[in-house]
């Protein structure tokens, strides 16, 4: 019984209580870039989750056969080549999430998600903890997309997935589907979850989940410069 | 005439950081004091041009052996290990830049404005030159945004702000305004 719960476990923390863009603030990229539209976050955070699986799932199963010294290229590589597959059949599928996403697909490479998830997770557990992982932060990057991408759109645009909302149509406030309107609503969420949470907002981005983090040992921050 | 209306371009009315959203992990992470948005900057630009140099020779021979599908695993692969290689290099010859950019280094493999721009100059179809100048463009405008942001986050730091928004959210919202600033460049090109 207590296995099984931990099993679980594994899957439901990333949907809400280690939720990577919302608590543990990684992926603010594509987090900001993609969510003018609601449907553009949905699509963004589907691509990553299936980057997010696959390379979990083949990086724990060659956690013996990668050198340490050489591990984060390795995983790296991993990680593009899914990215690579996922942008062509986005491209043959999807033309118009396509060009929607541009650049920012594939930027998924450099997700911090994946590769912190990668250092973090897969590269020290099983096949099946690491999917499961992998499932359940992939989800919760979706969730966190797809909200943002819903407000911006209802109030920048007036609309949702397209259809259009009475009142707010005729009056969108532009600024929100604006570069601006992206940090302000993302600081305004981020807001939300600790209120309900009821918890100490994070002071600045941690160091936990930085795949640097073994060779800058929180350096960055602190050094006083020559 | 081209170039410095990348130049300004990069800068001012496409800042990477505050409206193309690249890099934002760095920006918010390392943004707390002016001398390490200086150091940071420093390395991304140094990073961004050579990448720029070593990538779009690259991009010709994936293009001579029609791989060009390649170009994301390619791209970064050989950022990450010109990083590692420019990191040894500094730290046995170059102390001092060392002391200086070193630190910086292994942090700007992930940064996503670096393989950003080397797959941007693909996708623009620049020439080698306006590469180049792009990628200088992009890491200048990287450091200003940093700059600027550790000035307005040095006066927040002390702030009454309600409980709920204490730190990132605060931070984020701060960023909010300063993008708001940056729309004031917006009709300067065409």
């Known amino acids: 019984m207590n296995e099984e719960r931990k099993t679980l476990y594994e899957f439901t923390k990333g949907i809400i209580k280690e939720n990577p863009v919302l608590v543990t603030l990684l992926g603010m990229c594509p987090t900001l870039a993609v969510t003018v539209l609601a449907q553009n976050g949905i699509g963004m955070g589907l691509a990553t989750t299936f980057v997010l699986v696959c390379s979990n799932a083949v990086i724990s199963l060659l956690k013996n056969v990668i050198p340490k010294a050489v591990r984060l290229p390795c995983f790296i590589v991993i990680i593009a080549g899914f990215v690579t597959f996922i942008d062509f059949i986005m491209k043959g599928f999807l033309p118009e999430l396509h060009s929607a996403l541009g650049v920012f697909l594939q930027l998924i490479t450099v997700n911090c998600i994946i590769l912190g998830r990668a250092e973090a997770f897969a590269s020290r557990n099983t096949i099946g903890r690491s999917v499961l992982d992998g499932l359940g932060m992939g989800i919760g990057f979706t969730l966190a997309l797809f909200t943002m991408g819903s407000v911006r759109e209802i109030l920048g645009l007036g609309s949702w997935f397209g259809m259009k909302i009475p009142y707010l149509c005729d009056n969108p406030m532009t600024i929100f589907i604006m570069p601006a309107g992206g940090f302000f609503v993302l600081g305004c969420l981020i807001a939300l979850v600790n209120k309900i949470a009821n918890r100490k907002p994070p002071m600045e981005i941690s160091c936990d989940s930085c795949p640097n983090a073994a060779i800058c040992k929180g350096q960055c921050k602190t050094q006083e410069g020559a | ?190």
């Open chain 2, 1 to 190: 005439m081209t170039y410095i209306l990348i130049l300004v371009g990069c800068v001012f009315v496409n800042n990477v950081v505050l409206s193309q959203f690249m890099g934002i992990c760095a920006f918010l992470g390392v943004s707390k004091q002016i001398k390490s948005s200086v150091g940071m900057g420093g390395a991304v630009i140094f990073v961004m041009v050579c990448a720029t140099a070593i990538t779009y020779p690259l991009y010709m021979l994936l293009e001579r052996f029609e791989v060009t599908y390649l170009k994301t695993v390619a791209f970064i692969l050989v950022i990450a290990m010109f990083v590692q290689l420019v990191e040894i290099v500094m730290k046995k010859k170059m102390h001092a830049l060392y002391k200086a950019l070193g630190v910086y280094l292994p942090l700007i493999t992930t940064n996503c404005a670096v393989l950003g721009v080397t797959l941007g100059n693909i996708n623009n179809e620049y020439t080698f030159l306006e590469s180049l100048t792009n990628a200088l463009g992009t890491g200048l405008a990287f450091t200003l945004a940093l700059v600027l942001f550790s000035g307005v986050r040095s006066r927040i730091e002390n702030n009454d702000f309600p409980q709920a928004f204490k730190g990132v959210p605060a931070t984020l919202i701060a960023a909010a305004i300063v993008s708001v600033s940056f729309m004031g460049f917006t009709g300067m090109m065409q």
